[in-house]
């Protein structure tokens, strides 16, 4: 048998033996998933939140405090995909058709003062639950290598290139889904439908395992439409050469944030510009 985490604090010896369980049992993949989900939620909730409740779910978030804060937070993320039509809703499909849980994550932001100046909450997709080939097809998203962001800076001072670092807002509810892909409807949301409501998902989101892999495809076209021109050693390294004088571009990416180094800053802000009629993006000196 395996003592599970909610069953009460574990001693050395009831760790090790569940330790020896898990090795020897036949589930041991699907006992390690669970567990290290459960775990994780118990590891986060340790955090100093200075006397603040972090909701453990739904129904908890209504019984505390601040849970008029929450309600505004969970309705903007609600706003949030459905500005970016990320799901439709539909009635439940007939026969063998998998319908994926959703994990809720409550967040609390603090200011220097231990003020709470922003409270998070996030939809994702429990993205252990899905199959290849059924629920995704690539999952492999490059980022860009330390040895290259090095190189990059030494280019930039050697130059006297600008540095701008810039961060994608809620990146991956831009990206198109490569499968078709039904999800529960979250505790809270109220659907338009009548009946047995689930969400067909359009578009991907935090937690699934092609969402990095889908966004990344989607950005990358992007920046190659601005001008630049895709590195073939390292993936996230993009180059575009500009001006009379042909003075050199370069742009690095890391799954939603990225730098941008270039000598004029007409040119980074034109660029920047032009990514923000797509995505809403937040960019500042590096």
């Known amino acids: 048998p395996v003592v599970r985490f909610s069953d009460g604090h574990l001693s050395q010896s009831q760790i090790y033996e569940n330790v020896r369980n898990v090795l020897m049992s036949h589930d041991a993949g699907t006992i390690v998933r669970d567990q290290m989900v459960e775990f994780a939620f118990k590891i986060s909730h340790k955090v100093d939140l200075r006397g603040w409740t972090l909701p453990r779910n739904y129904k908890h978030s209504l019984t505390v405090p601040d849970a008029k804060e929450w309600a505004a937070?969970?309705?903007?993320?609600?706003?949030?995909?459905?500005?970016?039509?990320v799901w439709e809703e539909c009635i439940?499909?007939?026969?063998?058709?998998?319908?994926?849980?959703i994990a809720e994550v409550y967040d609390i932001?603090?200011?220097?003062?231990?003020?709470?100046?922003?409270?998070?909450?996030?939809?994702?997709?429990?993205?252990?639950?899905?199959?290849?080939?059924i629920d995704y097809h690539n999952c492999y998203a490059p980022v860009i290598h330390a040895d290259v962001l090095r190189m990059c800076l030494c280019i930039a001072v050697e130059l006297g290139l600008g540095c701008v670092q810039f961060d994608f807002s809620a990146a991956f509810l831009h990206a198109t889904n490569d499968v078709e892909m039904y999800v529960e409807c979250p505790p809270g949301y109220k659907p338009k439908l009548k009946g047995d409501v689930v969400l067909r998902l359009d578009k991907v989101i935090y937690g699934m395992k092609q969402s990095a892999h889908r966004f990344y495809k989607l950005i990358s076209g992007d920046f190659i439409k601005l001008g630049f021109k895709q590195s073939r050693s390292s993936p996230c390294l993009f180059i575009k050469f500009y001006g009379e004088?042909?003075?050199?571009?370069?742009?690095?990416?890391?799954?939603?944030?990225g730098g941008y180094f270039a000598k004029d800053n007409q040119v980074i802000e034109k660029d920047l510009t032009l990514l923000r009629r797509k995505f809403k993006l937040d960019h500042e000196p590096m």
């Open 92 to 101: 439940r499909p007939d026969g063998n058709v998998r319908i994926l849980p």
């Open 245 to 257: 004088e042909n003075r050199v571009a370069l742009l690095v990416l890391h799954v939603d944030d």
């Open 109 to 133: 932001k603090f200011d220097a003062d231990g003020k709470p100046t922003k409270r998070k909450y996030r939809i994702c997709g429990k993205g252990f639950r899905q199959i290849k080939g």
């Open 73 to 85: 937070a969970r309705a903007k993320e609600f706003k949030n995909f459905e500005d970016h039509e």
